[in-house]
């Protein structure tokens, strides 16, 4: 179990707050809208109302005891001066939320270990997902690399995984297989056979998966 602190009880904190809760992990969600606080109090840890812009408020949380600090509020200015403080007060991982890529920076210069941009990577997931139409889901890891969820190319139907070569030749790694009633199933072995009625989950660059899951 991990602690964290969530500052800002918007769209994604709350679902953030909320979600960290239900896989075992101790949170502490904190904003100055009290009802929407109230309303969320009972489905996480523990919740507190405050301004959080306040250096003082953000002390008697005791931030440096949380393995991580998310700091979701929206305005550019409040989130600023809130990872100031964080950083002053020995918070050990500050996770912030950014909504340009302007924001982006003034935060990392301001002391965040990390930026998260949901909008964007959401926006961008959409567009890859959505432009192909073999391509089903789509997590990104880097500019040029992510997995992909996308249909088993009719060639490769009842042949092996070592069989194909498939990282050899197609420069892309297999991790698992969905069938059809979204049972996702990794798959260890180099002898996996692939089947027609179902999708696989893979890894690679974006112009290697384009090739295998072209229309």
Same mark, same amino acid.
């Given at each position: 179990?991990?602690?964290?602190? /969530? !500052?800002?009880?918007?769209?994604? +904190?709350?679902?953030?707050? /909320?979600?960290?809760?239900?896989?075992?992990?101790? =949170?502490?969600?904190?904003?100055? @809208?009290? *009802?929407?606080?109230?309303?969320?109090?009972?489905?996480?840890?523990?919740?507190? &109302?405050?301004?959080?812009?306040?250096?003082?408020?953000?002390?008697?949380?005791?931030?440096? #005891?949380? #393995?991580?600090?998310?700091?979701?509020?929206?305005?550019?200015?409040?989130?600023? =001066? !809130? /990872?100031?403080?964080?950083?002053?007060?020995?918070?050990? *991982?500050?996770?912030?939320?950014?909504?340009?890529?302007?924001?982006?920076?003034?935060?990392?210069?301001?002391?965040?270990?990390? /930026?998260?941009?949901?909008?964007? #990577?959401?926006?961008?997931?959409?567009?890859? *997902?959505?432009?192909?139409? $073999? %391509?089903?889901?789509?997590?990104?890891?880097?500019?040029?690399?992510?997995?992909?969820? %996308?249909?088993?190319?009719?060639?490769?139907?009842?042949?092996?995984?070592?069989?194909? $070569?498939?990282?050899? %030749?197609?420069? =892309?790694?297999? &991790?698992?297989?969905?069938? +059809?009633?979204?049972?996702?199933?990794?798959?260890?072995?180099?002898?996996?056979?692939?089947?027609? @009625?179902?999708? &696989?989950?893979?890894? +690679?660059?974006?112009?290697?998966?384009?090739?295998?899951?072209?229309?």
């Amino acid at each position: 179990m991990k602690t964290f602190l /969530v !500052i800002g009880a918007g769209e994604y +904190g709350s679902h953030l707050a /909320v979600n960290l809760c239900r896989m075992g992990n101790e =949170v502490m969600l904190v904003d100055k @809208n009290e *009802q929407i606080i109230n309303e969320l109090s009972y489905r996480i840890t523990s919740a507190e &109302i405050g301004d959080y812009t306040m250096r003082s408020n953000l002390a008697a949380l005791d931030v440096s #005891d949380y #393995d991580y600090v998310f700091v979701c509020v929206g305005g550019f200015q409040d989130s600023l =001066v !809130i /990872v100031d403080h964080l950083r002053e007060l020995g918070a050990s *991982q500050i996770i912030a939320k950014a909504m340009s890529e302007t924001h982006e920076k003034f935060l990392l210069k301001n002391g965040a270990d990390r /930026v998260v941009y949901p909008e964007r #990577d959401i926006a961008y997931n959409t567009a890859v *997902q959505y432009s192909n139409k $073999n %391509i089903y889901e789509y997590i990104r890891l880097s500019d040029d690399a992510g997995i992909y969820e %996308i249909e088993t190319p009719a060639d490769w139907c009842g042949k092996s995984l070592i069989g194909l $070569n498939v990282r050899k %030749i197609h420069n =892309v790694t297999v &991790i698992a297989a969905k069938d +059809g009633t979204g049972k996702v199933t990794a798959i260890h072995s180099a002898d996996y056979i692939f089947t027609k @009625n179902e999708h &696989i989950i893979v890894m +690679g660059t974006a112009s290697d998966i384009k090739k295998i899951a072209k229309e």
